[in-house]
T-cell receptor, first 111, second 109 residues
Framework: ETAVFQTPNYHVTQVGNEVSFNCKQT?????MYWYKQDSKKLLKIMFSYNNKQLIVNETVPRRFSPQSSDKAHLNLRIKSVEPEDSAVYLC??????????FGPGTRLTVL | GQQVQQSPASLVLQEGENAELQCNFSTSLNSMQWFYQRPGGSLVSLFY???GTKHSGRLTSTTVIKERRSSLHISSSQTTDSGTYLC???????????FGAGTRLKVIA
């Protein structure tokens, strides 16, 4: 049963455009995450939010920014996309340090 | 250096064979989580295993912290087991999860 929801499933855009991805979890968890998965399936954490506070901000380009309205929502904005941003973006949630649950992912293609 | 190393990188099995996937880590951890990812799909949690052995159907996970390793055993493999298996080191001290590069499993009939 899905408990971490992501929209959209797919997005195709051109270089320089702004995109925004949404994530919502209904598990009541206190921590949410954004990961980037490249074509080789390597998974790298981008951000994590604990009770709306940014607690991990990995070295990602400044055009990426997380946005959270409450502990159940964590969105990801990319201000001006570049070709290397093409990837699958995965959202996850957990209690702090506990088992993570992932959403279905958003596949971004930058032309 | 890489904190989490998975082996083998890829594996091909005949249906019915068993598989042993390994995850070795070079840093302290609080737990290890194993995931399954079907091609084009998302990550499904298989085990969250801080230590010892856990079972779920044909799957068994064993984590030995002092040896800095965790394993995933698949018995009597089926074609539907094909996909990528990922392990993640869970460090609750700094809220970080570090993923291995994955094992790509293909089970053929």
């Amino acid at each position: 049963e899905t408990a971490v929801f992501q929209t959209p499933n797919y997005h195709v855009t051109q270089v320089g455009n702004e995109v925004s991805f949404n994530c919502k979890q209904t598990l009541g968890h206190d921590t949410m995450y954004w990961y980037k998965q490249d074509s080789k399936k390597l998974l790298k954490i981008m951000f994590s939010y604990n009770n709306k506070q940014l607690i991990v901000n990995e070295t990602v380009p400044r055009r990426f920014s997380p946005q959270s309205s409450d502990k159940a929502h964590l969105n990801l904005r990319i201000k001006s996309v570049e070709p290397e941003d093409s990837a699958v973006y995965l959202c996850a949630s957990s209690w702090t340090g506990a088992e993570q649950f992932f959403g279905p992912g958003t596949r971004l293609t930058v032309l | 250096g890489q904190q989490v190393q998975q082996s083998p990188a890829s594996l091909v099995l005949q249906e019915g064979e068993n598989a042993e996937l390994q995850c070795n880590f070079s840093t302290s951890l609080n737990s290890m989580q194993w995931f399954y990812q079907r091609p084009g799909g998302s990550l499904v949690s298989l085990f969250y295993n801080p230590s010892g052995t856990k079972h779920s159907g044909r799957l068994t996970s064993t984590t030995v912290i002092k040896e800095r390793r965790s394993s995933l055993h698949i018995s009597s493999s089926q074609t539907t087991d094909s996909g990528t298996y990922l392990c993640a080191l869970v460090n609750t001290g700094n809220y970080k999860y570090v993923f291995g590069a994955g094992t790509r499993l293909k089970v053929i009939a």
